[in-house]
């Protein structure tokens, strides 16, 4: 057995950052494991090459959920990144922080250190924005934010159009002074490549002979000496391995498998583990329990003129924008599907959005079967504009089915499952049709295709958005942050209540989501939680 300081388990959004910042200063020897393997593959660095991974058993865990009666009984499809810099290598690459109140309330739940003007030095610390440094935004750090705007495609300039003409204020930018509004959404790439975790942090700290990565190995179970966490033993290549730890251990491997480990290793409720013959090391109830997750849905129209399906659909338009990509490294291929978005309010009594907007100006009513849907647009020219919740009060859970780690646990996302999360969803895709129904937006359609003009009234319309919403991927809380051990997983610097020498530093800590994507805070959590770590390994 090998001894290194640290063990960080997971090389995703927060688990690159951990390992990049405790090797920084030489010090300290760190051990990365990940399950999946090396992110050096076309189609993870190609922006709209995630169309290709959202299937791909090489880079992504295909979890599925349980039958939800909030989905009209659909069992969601749950990817997550298998891969160096997990899902920040299969994700849609929209850097949105979230509203700057969402880490009020982190900090007002009992969570000192986590309030916007905490985290806000580091959202700027962490940033390369090519919009240009400001009160908000930094330059000079390590992920590279890319501005789209000159580069969108026309029908996405009238969207922006169109829901100015419904009622909101164009926004700039999302993680300035105000989140509400539409525009185009800033990504994480850079020079047409995708700005992943492990691009951003990983790859580059690699290079120090203090850092091990290895790739393949699952991690089975963290290792005891009495209450104190040792190691962590790990499969690769059929065979087990243990590793120890002689400072602490971190695990940062998301928000499906970090509760799934911790249950593994004896940390969750009770009941749970001995159904499963695992020793209880210590009893939580919230281990994998507060599941919150956005939940959208597209509705999609018939436009008038060309849209991008007449690009990406043929032969020839594939290989056009093919070679441009590989000639040029810009064109649709280095964008992602979401060129505009934006955040309302469904009731202007709100203090603040409680929706998300998603503009894609291509359709894909009609995908192949086992195909992502971007990469078998329609045959006519079509565009969606899609919605997500920000703050839904639904709650699932993340459980272990048998004491195997190779066997994926049971999702219950309990989606819609509160008269809150339908009420303002139903209020939400009327907005949708007044978008579409403004004089900018109405000069280019030729119809309602989904859910078509036939769905009216509210029964209907509720139907409609059970049976089509799903997750937009952004799972968190599953090792909720709190400083009562009463009712959280965490405490506020992260470390697991009632053992020793553990932490969980990733999203699945986060006390309540975020409004918007949840890549960008993920990434904070991880330069935080890695600075929490030195304060007290000094």
Known sequence: ??????????????????????????????????????????FVQMPLGYGKTFFD???????????????????????????????????????????PSDFDDWREAGNPGWGYSDVLPIFRAMEDNDAGEDEWRGRGGPVHVTELTRFVHPLCNLYLKAAQE?????????????????????????????????????????????????????????????RRAIGVEYMRNGQTVQALAGREVIVS?????????????????AALLQEHGIEVHHANDHVGANLQ????????????????????????GKLMVGARYLLTRDGPLSMSMNQGGGFFRTDPSLARPNMQLYFQAFSTVLPRPGERPILSPDAWP????GLSNCRPTSRGSITIRSADPCEHPRIVANAFSTDHDVDEMLAAVK??????????????????????????????????????????YHPVSTCRMGPDPA??????????????????????????VVAGNTNAAAIMTGWKGADMVLEDHR
């Not at 995703?12 to 999946?36: F, I, K, P, T, W």
């Not at 480990?261 to 940390?267: A, D, N, T, Y």
């Open 1 to 42: 057995m090998k001894q290194f300081d640290f063990i960080v388990v997971g090389s995703g959004s927060a688990g690159s950052v951990v390992a990049d910042r405790l090797s920084a200063n030489g010090r300290h020897s760190v051990l990365v494991l990940e399950a999946g393997g090396s992110d050096r593959r076309f």
């Open 57 to 99: 058993p090489s880079v992504n865990w295909n979890y599925r959920a349980e039958p939800d009666p909030g989905l009209a009984g659909n069992a969601d499809h749950w990817p997550r990144g298998k891969v160096l810099g997990g899902s920040s290598s299969i994700n849609a690459m929209v850097w949105v922080r979230g509203h």
């Open 166 to 226: 419904a009622g909101l204020p164009l926004n700039p930018d999302f993680n300035g002074p105000d989140q509400e509004g539409v525009g185009v959404y800033q990504i994480t790439t850079r020079g047409g490549r995708r700005m992943s975790a492990a691009r951003a942090f990983l790859r580059p700290a690699m290079k120090r002979p203090n850092l091990h990565v290895v790739t393949g190995a699952l991690a089975t179970r963290i290792l005891f000496e009495g």
């Open 253 to 269: 491997a998301g928000s499906v498998n970090a509760p799934q480990l911790l249950q593994l290793s004896g940390i969750g409720p």
């Open 293 to 316: 997750d956005h939940q959208g849905i597209n509705y999609t129209w018939r436009a008038k003129n060309a849209t991008l399906n007449q690009l990406l659909r043929p032969w020839w």
């Open 382 to 385: 079509g565009f969606s504009i």
């Open 431 to 472: 907005f949708l049709r007044r978008i579409a129904a403004s004089p900018a937006m109405a000069s280019a359609i030729d119809g309602e295709v989904l859910p078509g003009p036939d769905v009216q009234n509210d029964e209907a319309l509720i139907e409609d958005f059970r049976k089509r919403s799903g997750t937009v």
């Open 487 to 512: 009712s959280s997983v965490v405490s506020p610097r992260l470390k697991v209540h009632g053992v020793d020498g553990l932490r969980v530093i990733d999203a699945s800590v986060f006390p309540s």
